[in-house]
């Protein structure tokens, strides 16, 4: 196996956070971040940007095309940032989106959106450049595998399905959206299929991943392991 360095891009201790829908991998992410004083990015809000950008527009998600034009044509910008309630901010345009990039609506189209090659070469290449200038802990799909492969830790976080869907009903009721355990349990189901199968960076643990599954443990107990390995 490639030796690989302490430090990844840009020369910075990058780390990558990679796992399914549900994992808990943005939580962890973004209490990790505060533990270790470094930025927190999580990428799935620039695929939820673009996918509420669509609907907004009236694209439909399935033309890759026309989803790449309009992530052109109004920029996906993300920035790391402390202050912000989710650890960064996401704007597309001049426009800034919070709360509504997690409605239903965006969930049900953003994987289709995000299995665009073409759209996906644009964001990647803004992963890229926000790495290249600090230390950031960044969640997604691709990140050990696509984005940051130098990262020096890479973490891919798995838990049950059934953990998964019940995680995301006590989120979404905390919301106050009650919502349906089968259809939920179906839409995770559906999530993790397209993300897995696509032909562009689809979801898969790096060859040097450490794999944590999340079963069963605490966000504590989860951030604790991964600052160990980060510090180790
Ligand atoms: O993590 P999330 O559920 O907010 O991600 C939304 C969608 O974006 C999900 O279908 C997977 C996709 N995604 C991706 O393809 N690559 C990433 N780096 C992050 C998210």
């Given amino acids: 196996m490639r030796e690989r360095s302490r430090l990844g891009m840009g020369g910075f201790a990058h780390v990558a956070i990679d796992g399914p829908a549900g994992s808990g991998k943005t939580t962890v992410a973004h209490a990790l971040a505060r533990d270790l004083g470094i930025l927190y ?35 996906v910008r993300a920035e790391p940032d402390r202050d912000a309630e989710r650890g960064f901010r996401v704007f597309v345009g001049a426009h800034e989106f919070g709360q509504e990039l997690y409605a239903n609506d965006v969930s049900r189209v953003v994987s289709t959106v995000a299995a665009h090659a073409e759209l996906r070469a644009i964001l990647v290449q803004r992963q890229r450049a926000i790495a290249a200038e600090r230390a950031v802990i960044m969640a997604g799909r691709d990140i050990g595998t696509v984005v940051l492969p130098d990262a020096p830790t890479k ?21 106050g959206t009650i919502v349906d355990r089968a259809a939920l349990h179906a839409e995770i189901v559906e999530r993790d299929a397209l993300d897995t199968t696509r032909a562009t ?17 605490s966000i504590d107990e989860v951030v604790a392991r991964i600052a160990a390995l980060v510090r180790a």
């Fill in 155 to 175: 973490i891919f976080l798995t838990a049950s399905v059934a953990e998964r869907v019940e995680r995301r009903r006590a989120e979404l009721e905390a919301r």
């Fill in 41 to 75: 990015l999580d990428t799935g809000a620039m695929y939820r940007a673009v996918a509420l950008a669509t609907l907004h527009a009236g694209i439909d998600p399935r033309d890759g095309a026309a989803v790449a034009a309009l992530a052109r044509a109004e920029p």
């Fill in 201 to 217: 960076a689809p979801l898969v643990a790096a060859a040097d991943a450490v794999e944590i599954d999340s079963t069963g443990l």
